[in-house]
């Protein structure tokens, strides 16, 4: 039983990262929607698709015990509007020829994470985390004084992305009832902008093709699907293990940026992610010898 329990959580991690990585071209058959106009469709659709899950998996007992406690409603109320942020800059990364900065904002992160851990949380970095943590600096503080110029897609997708992570870690809520009260949060504001651009070429779904609505409403499978495969995996293979295959959405998206939309790879680029990559190379052999010991 816990073998298969094992091997369940291993092909749902593996869905989770295989889908993030390669949810652009998703994004990329939307290019002639605006940035925005998708997150909305994004946080809408996923609304809905969350409570026709519910409704068949069950799970409203939990959200009716969160209306409960308001100081875990604050907190989601933040998660909102820090995953609306990372959602709508990774889509205007994608369909404005940045997909490499978005790679490198989801490589940064697992590193950024182990700072935030030790910041708030009061977690201690090992020797290998400190140096792995200094050559991804390192390697920012190169491209900053050689080139003079910031990865600032790739920063603010990290650090949203990680702050987020970190408010969800000590809210403590299950991912389906996290993603439905997040989405319903976002829902009347999602509505009333949507509402409010109806003039525009593609927000009136009633003047739109039928496969341009397909492709919108897609939006909410898009997002909510690898969310609860990743939960689904979190909860039957170490976290240590999980760590592993969040490289693998970045890494699908590096390839894509690179040999489909061919996107400059020069020195610059060239250089952080050498550091970037380096960093997580000896993390990952951190997190091995970890591993071993226990």
């Not at 509007?81 to 997909?99: E, P, Q, S, T």
């Not at 070429?201 to 499978?221: E, Q």
């Not at 489909?260 to 951190?286: C, H, M, Q, R, Y």
Request: with cysteine; hydrophobic share 55%; proline share 3%.
């Amino acid at each position: 039983m816990a073998d298969t329990e094992y091997r369940k959580g291993v092909v749902l991690a593996l869905c989770a990262y295989c889908l993030w990585g390669f949810a652009p071209l998703y994004f990329k058959l939307l290019h002639n929607v605006s940035a925005t106009e998708i997150l909305l469709h994004r946080v809408i659709w996923s609304f809905v698709f969350m409570i026709i899950l519910m409704q068949f998996i069950g799970g409203f007992s939990k959200l009716r015990a969160l209306f409960r406690r308001p100081k875990q409603l604050g907190v989601l109320a933040i998660t909102s509007v820090l995953i609306a942020g990372n959602w709508l800059l990774f889509i205007w990364a994608v369909n404005n020829d940045h997909m490499l900065d978005a790679s490198l904002g989801y490589f940064i992160n697992p590193l950024l994470n182990v700072m935030l851990g030790m910041i708030f949380l009061g977690e201690r970095l090992r020797k290998l985390q400190w140096f792995a943590v200094s050559l991804a600096c390192t390697g920012v503080l190169i491209q900053l004084i050689s080139f003079g110029s910031i990865p600032l897609v790739s920063l603010a997708l990290a650090s949203s992305f990680g702050f987020y992570g970190l408010l969800r870690k000590k809210v403590n809520i299950d991912a389906k009832t996290g993603l439905l009260v997040e989405t319903a949060l976002l829902f009347p504001v999602a509505v009333i902008y949507l509402v409010s651009t109806l003039d525009s070429a593609t927000a009136n779904m009633l003047t739109n093709d039928i496969n341009m609505n397909l492709l919108l409403i897609a939006a909410g499978v898009i997002t909510s699907v690898p969310l609860l495969c990743f939960a689904g995996a979190a909860t039957r293979i170490p976290l240590s293990m999980l760590g592993f295959f969040q490289y693998i959405g970045p890494s699908i998206m590096f390839v894509l940026a690179v040999s489909l939309f061919n996107e400059p790879f020069d020195l610059e680029k060239g250089i952080t992610f050498a550091f970037i990559w380096s960093a997580l190379v000896i993390f990952s052999i951190d997190m091995l010898l970890k591993r071993r010991q226990h």
